[in-house]
């Protein structure tokens, strides 16, 4: 039996690996045709049906094009930092319950948050293994905004925690019933939001890739497969972190097709701000995570925690 199971639940990890990853291609696309209308263009519209075909074609691009490897680089590591990327980025996905209970855990939270601090590794790593100055400057920059968000992300964490006393995703589903917590804790989801865009990399915060003056941040010296995992693993982690963002505040209730709504809405946005909002300055970006976010995040969880034990004490 137990031999069983676990050929269940490895098929059904699978099979949702795959799914991400169909997934990452469409969101791509509808990356592509958005900002092709903000921009008063059409977008890819040329392969298939309205362009619907451009994800296929983009793939088999990338992964045919010649392998370059840079004469000075660590070449073990620079194999080995975009699949780690990758895999960390789909891994973290399991701490998504199943409706079948996959790997459905009390502790899925802190999965996520163990898996996101991985990947810090991995872009570090992907810089420094390629020895170029280009891509060692935009991978220090990357970790530095990274880890600089990620003791804010915890601590507005913290807050939804003592709310809910309770690190399973299915328990923020539970206490959503009749409201959702973007009316309770309106500033926090607006400050999540703001680190989950710092901590994906994305514009207005896409220091590691400032084009202007690092070329293309810690993957400029990546080229077919290799730029093709980075690429699957940012944008594998929009989708999660919409997912995430859904579930935490606007009600996680995974059996209907309106949750699949709030996603696709949450992943609009991320392609929205970068359409719209023109980059932020570095020095500014560090401001806000140490002098901003944190001491507010600090006296949120302080609120919270206070209603939190005066509730429980009743």
Not at 50 to 58: F, K
Not at 77 to 97: D, E, G, Q, R
Not at 157 to 164: H, I, T, Y
Not at 260 to 273: A, D, Q, R, S, Y
Request: glycine share 6%; proline share 3%.
């Amino acid at each position: 039996m137990m031999v069983k199971d676990t050929i269940l639940m490895l098929m059904s990890s699978l099979m949702m690996f795959i799914c991400v990853l169909v997934g990452v291609a469409f969101v791509v696309l509808m990356e592509r045709k958005v900002l092709g209308y903000i921009h008063f263009r059409k977008g890819p519209n040329k392969l298939g049906l309205i362009g619907l075909l451009q994800p296929i074609g983009d793939a088999i691009k990338l992964f045919s094009k010649e392998q370059v490897f840079p004469l000075v680089s660590n070449l073990g590591l620079y194999l080995i930092s975009p699949m780690v990327n990758l895999l960390l980025a789909l891994f973290v996905w399991t701490s998504i319950p199943f409706i079948t209970f996959n790997l459905s855990f009390n502790l899925s939270f802190l999965f996520f948050l163990s898996i996101s601090s991985l990947s810090v590794y991995s872009i570090m790593l992907a810089g420094w293994s390629s020895n170029s100055n280009y891509a060692l400057i935009g991978s220090l920059r990357s970790v530095a905004q990274t880890i600089s968000y990620e003791v804010s992300m915890v601590l507005i964490l913290l807050s939804f925690f003592f709310f809910v006393s309770s690190y399973s995703i299915i328990d923020f589903m539970k206490f959503q019933e009749n409201i959702w917590f973007i009316f309770l804790y309106l500033p926090l989801s607006v400050m999540w939001m703001v680190s989950m865009l710092a901590e994906t990399n994305r514009s207005p915060f896409d220091f590691a890739e400032g084009e202007s003056e690092l070329v293309s941040g810690f993957n400029v010296e990546y080229s077919s497969g290799g730029f093709a995992m980075i690429f699957l693993a940012e944008y594998s982690n929009i989708l999660f972190m919409s997912m995430l963002s859904s579930i935490m505040f606007l009600g996680a209730n995974f059996l209907t097709y309106f949750f699949v709504l709030k996603v696709m809405f949450l992943v609009f946005f991320w392609v929205w701000v970068r359409g719209t909002v023109p980059r932020y300055r570095y020095d500014k970006l560090m401001y806000l995570a140490w002098k901003s976010y944190l001491p507010v995040s600090l006296m949120m969880l302080s609120f919270y925690m206070g209603i939190s034990i005066f509730f429980n004490s009743q």
